[in-house]
Every structure is written in C-alpha cells, then in structure tokens.
C-alpha cells in the first residue's frame, strides 16, 4: 500500500500543471486549427463540387458521343446492307441498259442517215414543187421567153428544143415575109408606081 502510495504521488509530481494562461493558448491554437481545417475542407467541397459538375459535362458530353457514334454506326450499317445493294443493282441495270444501246447503236445510225436521205429527197421535191408551182403562174409571154432566151427554164430540154425551133422558124418566116414587103416596097418605089393605081389597073 505504501508502494502504491508514492507511486500516486510521484506521477501527480510528474504530470504538468495546466494553468489558465497556457489553457487558453491551447484553445486558440486549437480553434485556429479548427478554423483552417474548416476552410480547407469548404475549398475541398467547392473543388470536389465543380470537379462534379465536370465530371458531369464531360459524361453528357461523352453520352452525346456514344449516341452520335452509335447513330453513325447504325446510318453506316443501314448503307452497307440496303443502300449499298441498291447502288450495285442499279448499276448493273444502267451497264446493262448501256449495252444494249451500244449494240442498237449501228442500226440507229443507219435509220438516222436513212431519214436524212428521205428528208433530204423531200425537201428536194417541196423545192421542185414550188417552182413549178411559180413557173406555172408565170404569164404564157414571160415563160416562152424564159424558155427561148435563157437556160433556167423548169422545162425539157426536148421542150426547149422544140419551143425554140418553132420561134426561129416563126422568126425566118416572118423575116422572110418582111424582106418580100421590103423589096416589093422598093420596086414599086423605083418604077413610081403607085399601090391603088397597080391594083385598079
């Protein structure tokens, strides 16, 4: 007991004596260190708060980005299995049609050259048409002198012959009966003869 005793004894010597100067210096540091705790925990929540609201950005963002890729995925793959085939058909179906219009190529050419030639012939006659028509309303006097004295008539040259012998035969007779007058004229003339006494006579 006595053991015990001054052991109590020796550690009430040992353990420090709190006075109040140095318990309110203790308080204070203590509430300074409460203080910066408390500050250092508010700037840890505003920092964990807008590293939230990144976080949260950046996982709408993502999201927006999985839907985009997702839908990209979705076009491409609707283009591989249904676009795609339709593109491929169709372009068999225009070589095909392709084809086929080289091979009729030739002969549309030929039934081309053959309307020409058609077109051709009856833009021929329309013009041989409307001379004729021209020539055939034509005064009788200004076609036979067309034909007589130029080489543009739309006549024969078998009807040309023909026309033009009868005028010079036409023009020799009538020269002829003229030269007769003429030189009877000139008779009559040199014997003083008068017409109405010759003829009373």
Not at 35 to 58: P, V
Not at 72 to 89: C, F, G, K, M, W
Request: glycine share 4%; proline share 3%; with cysteine.
């Amino acid at each position: 007991m006595e053991r015990y005793g001054r052991r109590d004894v020796e550690s009430r010597e040992d353990s420090p004596i709190w006075e109040p100067h140095s318990l309110g210096a203790a308080l204070e540091s203590s509430s300074r260190r409460a203080l910066q705790f408390e500050h250092k925990i508010k700037d840890l929540e505003t920092k964990l708060s807008l590293d939230l609201s990144n976080s949260r950005a950046i996982e709408t963002l993502l999201h927006e980005v999985f839907t985009g890729l997702q839908q990209t995925r979705e076009r491409s793959n609707y283009a591989l299995t249904d676009t795609v085939p339709s593109i491929a058909h169709s372009l068999n179906d225009d070589l095909i049609a392709l084809h086929e219009l080289e091979e009729q190529l030739p002969e549309v050419g030929g039934q081309i050259r053959d309307i020409r030639v058609a077109y051709d012939r009856g833009r021929d006659k329309a013009r041989d048409l409307i001379s004729s028509l021209e020539w055939l309303n034509t005064p009788a006097s200004l076609r036979l002198r067309a034909i007589i004295f130029t080489p543009n008539a739309p006549v024969s040259r078998r009807w040309k012959a023909i026309v033009r012998t009868l005028f010079a035969l036409t023009f020799l007779i009538c020269a002829w009966i003229a030269w007769i007058t003429l030189r009877g004229a000139v008779r009559a003339h040199r014997q003083r003869l008068v017409w109405g006494e010759r003829l009373m006579s």
